[in-house]
């Protein structure tokens, strides 16, 4: 590629980050407008795989290695049936009485 070529790649990579830049903000602004009609939360938790952490250890300090188990992180998708907004959260709320669990969505601002 030539100097030119070059330059006028990266005005075309610098005016469509703009533009892209503009876009994220119609959007939210439109996702903000809208009167947001949910559907049901649905449960899908994060899952983190099962895993070893090899002996590290040195002389009189051995402690071998570790297996971490598998690990399951509750969280939530719900989303707007009008705009296709999707929220997710990992975090929830959980009453001593009750054995089941429920999403807790913050807003996006």
């Known amino acids: 590629m030539k100097g ?3 330059k ?3 005005q075309e990579i610098a ?3 703009k ?3 503009n876009k994220k903000k119609i ?3 439109a996702e903000d407008a809208c009167d947001h009609d949910w559907e049901k939360p649905v449960f899908k938790p994060k899952i983190i795989p099962a895993y070893d952490i090899p002996d590290r250890s040195r002389g009189s300090d051995y402690s071998g290695p570790l297996h971490v188990q ?4 509750p969280r939530w998708f ?3 049936t009008k705009c296709g907004l999707t929220l ?3 975090e929830y709320a959980e009453s001593e009485r009750e054995t089941t669990r429920t999403p807790v969505f913050r807003k996006r601002h």
């Open 4 to 6: 030119e070529e070059i």
């Open 8 to 10: 006028k790649l990266r």
């Open 15 to 17: 005016t469509a980050e």
């Open 19 to 21: 533009d892209l830049e």
């Open 27 to 29: 959007l939210i602004e």
């Open 70 to 73: 598998e690990q399951e992180i």
């Open 78 to 80: 719900q989303t707007c």
């Open 88 to 90: 997710m959260t990992e």
